[in-house]
């Protein structure tokens, strides 16, 4: 059927009005970029109320401005023109009560759409300046209708219907409260041709829980930028930030990465809830052996502690622990880290900056503040390398990581680093290498038996064992994951390390000076009877903590060590 002339009409005035729209936005950036501010389009941007509070509606509409924004004492100003008295006014007014401003340009439009906000203020709940606040009913709501990944889509259906004006603020409370019910470590906003997908990593997988409609994201995006400090009209290269969610007694840290993509940009929200690092070492993983020997290390006053791994497998988490562990109030620690992930009572942090401050600059820093203990995030270079050595050598308790595959690679990567071999052996207490398994779920685990040539190549892993009393104390069984609303039909819930440990004794002392493979280390390690990452798991597997198959997944077991 032809278009009518009122409809033809009616959609040529839409488009002119969106030219006109888009001709305005385009005049304020090239303002923006003249004045050297930055640039923001008000409509697709979340308004905070609390922001809005701190100028009436009257004043904001007489000087033409607008503040959208409020973390702490930083607060975010939109204006018309820059140089008109009435705004200065009232950013100088701003100022004297202690608020930090970032001025916005925008057009006439965009504060509009900011200034309608002022009729939802007196139905606006006051929140804590400087945090996001989800509330503790809210958060009880979401943990009794999220039981799995497939209760969140109709929550953000439920949000989208009812048509709000804070329904992005919604969307993103159920996003971040559902990640929380279902103890999930990230948030991952991906956007793909039409469409942005939305994942959580639950116990190091990632599981797919909803789509967002384009539109919605951007709003969305603007509000991640908002929260973590991050600038809006930067979109072809990356971004970190971070903001705080308060939860009744305690802070979730969320650490924000943003990256350009090839529909939009991606996002990624990293949860650091500090109860992780509260658990103590026994709940961590360790445990027999392993645990004495690591007691005995964090009790020596100076010497290098090293754990090592690639990314994502707990070595951050473990160092913290240890932090916690020694930490007392005779004790000077300082950690230097990129970036800091947990805040540390007692502990005196810093992070790595890209203008300078280094993790070997931090580090030359921190020794001249006469410290005890020093944790260095991550051993990356020569210099940094050869300064926690020197550091270790002269009275210091020194944490740090390093990106090896296993415990012995860890002397030749030292080496590759420029370290001397003969100064090595004498910093270094313990090498140490971790993984993270998924536990299974207590609820639903089922036994079967151990069969075939699983059992044949668990019994060869068995029979590298050094001390006998390490041995399990059964190998016909093992368990594996059925699923059950407990663990979101996962069979999984929750994660565990298996670890490794090579000290540096006489032995490897010899070894280490002669440039040696790794194949070499564990030989002199042997009679040390320290379990490998391959025999701690499989003992958690015969243990009933995980699977084999989840066991696989994280390490070879192919027996390849020396036996």
């Not at 993790?359 to 270079?381: C, H, K, N, W, Y």
Request: glycine share 6%; hydrophobic share 40%; net charge negative.
């Amino acid at each position: 059927m032809p278009s009518s002339p009122f409809q033809d009409n009616k959609n040529q005035d839409q488009k002119l009005e969106q030219i006109r729209k888009q001709e305005q936005e385009d005049l304020a950036k090239l303002l923006a970029a003249r004045y050297r501010l930055d640039y923001i389009d008000l409509s697709v941007t979340t308004i905070n109320s609390e922001a809005l509070r701190l100028v009436t509606e009257e004043e904001a509409r007489k000087a033409h401005v607008a503040v959208f924004h409020q973390t702490g004492k930083k607060i975010s100003v939109a204006l018309l023109t820059p140089n008109a008295e009435e705004a200065k006014k009232i950013i100088a007014n701003l100022e004297g009560k202690g608020f930090v401003c970032t001025i916005f340009m925008v057009t006439l439009t965009s504060l509009e759409h900011a200034w309608l906000r002022y009729k939802d203020l007196s139905y606006a709940k006051e929140t804590t300046a400087g945090m996001l606040t989800v509330s503790h009913e809210q958060i009880e709501k979401v943990l009794e209708k999220v039981k799995s990944t497939a209760d969140i889509v109709p929550l953000i259906t439920e949000v989208l219907a009812t048509k709000q004006t804070n329904r992005i603020s919604r969307i993103f409370e159920v996003l971040l409260a559902g990640a929380l019910a279902l103890e999930a470590s990230d948030i991952h906003l991906e956007p793909e041709e039409g469409f942005v997908r939305v994942r959580y990593r639950l116990d190091g997988i990632l599981i797919e829980v909803s789509t967002l409609e384009s539109h919605t994201y951007s709003l969305l995006l603007n509000r991640v930028k908002l929260l973590s400090g991050l600038k809006f009209n930067v979109e072809k290269t990356s971004q970190d930030g971070r903001f705080t969610i308060r939860i009744t007694d305690r802070d979730i840290e969320i650490r924000t990465s943003i990256i350009p993509g090839a529909y939009d940009e991606s996002v990624v929200m990293r949860l650091l809830d500090p109860r992780s690092i509260a658990l103590p070492l026994e709940e961590l993983g360790f445990n027999g052996y392993v645990l004495e020997v690591i007691n005995n290390q964090l009790e020596k006053p100076n010497g290098m502690i090293l754990t090592t791994g690639p990314t994502g497998s707990g070595k951050t988490t473990t160092l913290y622990s240890f932090l916690r562990k020694i930490h007392s109030p005779e004790l000077k620690i300082i950690t230097i880290e990129d970036p800091i992930e947990y805040h540390l009572p007692g502990v005196v942090q810093t992070q790595v900056k890209k203008q300078g401050y280094t993790f070997a600059t931090g580090l030359r820093s921190a020794l001249r503040q006469d410290p005890d203990v020093i944790m260095v995030g991550e051993i990356r270079d020569e210099d940094t390398a050869e300064i926690a050595i020197d550091a270790a050598l002269t009275g210091h308790l020194v944490f740090s990581t390093l990106h090896t595959n296993d415990a012995a690679g860890t002397f030749s990567r030292l080496i590759d680093l420029g370290v001397e071999p003969k100064v090595i052996s004498s910093a270094i207490n313990i090498a140490m290498a971790q993984r993270l398994v998924r536990k299974l779920c207590k609820e639903c685990k089922k036994e079967i038996p151990l069969i075939g040539e699983v059992h044949e190549n668990v019994l060869k892993i068995i029979d590298t064992i050094v001390r006998d009393e390490f041995k399990p104390r059964q190998t016909e069984k093992m368990w594996v994951g059925v699923g059950c609303l407990a663990c979101g039909n996962m069979g999984y819930k929750g994660r565990v390390s298996i670890l490794e440990a090579i000290l540096v004794d006489e032995a490897v002392d010899e070894i280490i000076r002669s440039n040696p493979s790794e194949r070499e280390v564990w030989a002199a390690a042997r009679p040390q009877g320290i379990l490998t990452m391959q025999q701690d798991g499989i003992i958690k597997v015969l243990d009933g903590v995980t699977s084999i198959e989840e066991l696989k997944r994280v390490i070879d077991l192919a027996v390849d060590k020396v036996v």
